[in-house]
T-cell receptor, first 116, second 110 residues
């Protein structure tokens, strides 16, 4: 794996369920990201955390709730999702997110979410 | 809003041929990056080119950047079946997160 581990790899949930996606990075990075990848659409940036502080929320519905307890861990809490939320959710990390740095991302393998 | 847009959306070639993918973007950038994604997996960083650079090489990859036209190209020389994947360009403005395009799906047949 790439140094960014996502669990679970596959998740099927009903619209009334509550579940969480987990991301862990072992690279010593300070920024972590959630992206959503749906078929035939560009990757959509959802949230950014830099040094544990949320720096971007890209107008994501409140049924998605991120949590970043430390620079190595990132969660995405899911509740009352819709079928259109079915997608591949990708976690990524980078050295940091601010300033004029390169901001090269290391991605996890993704969590494939299906909402029934 | 989408910043980078790749062209073509899909490309099919034979092993040994070169593959060229293009990326256009709308606003000024700090750097442009290319990533590769194998089916259903995460993206892998391939190469980065800064706004003050015009060309970079990495193995069989060659990237060009034309800031006046707001475009970039990725050339893969002597393609192999293992190069079959989706390729994405991503742009970064200062202080912002990377914004990705829809990608080009490359199929290399042996």
């Amino acid at each position: 794996e790439t140094g960014v581990t996502q669990t679970p790899r596959h998740l099927v949930m009903g619209m009334t369920n509550k579940k969480s996606l987990k991301c862990e990075q072992h690279l010593g990075h300070n920024a972590m990201y959630w992206y959503k990848q749906s078929a035939k659409k560009p990757l959509e940036l959802m949230f950014v955390y830099n040094f544990k502080e949320q720096t971007e929320n890209n107008s994501v519905p409140s049924r998605f709730s991120p949590e970043c307890p430390n620079s190595s861990h990132l969660f995405l809490h899911l509740h009352t999702l819709q079928p259109e939320d079915s997608a591949l959710y990708l976690c990524a990390s980078s050295q940091d997110q601010g300033g004029a740095g390169a901001n090269v991302l290391t991605f996890g393998a993704g969590s494939r979410l299906t909402v029934l | 809003s989408q910043q980078g847009e790749e062209d073509p959306q899909a490309l099919s070639i034979q092993e040994g041929e070169n593959a060229t993918m293009n990326c256009s973007y709308k606003t000024s950038i700090n750097n442009l990056q290319w990533y590769r994604q194998n089916s259903g997996r995460g993206l892998v960083h391939l190469i980065l080119i800064r706004s003050n650079e015009r060309e970079k090489h990495s193995g069989r990859l060659r990237v060009t950047l034309d800031t006046s036209k707001k475009s970039s190209s990725l050339l893969i020389t002597a393609s192999r079946a293992a190069d079959t994947a989706s390729y994405f360009c991503a742009t970064r403005q200062a202080g912002t997160a990377l914004i990705f395009g829809k990608g080009t799906t490359l199929s290399v047949s042996s």
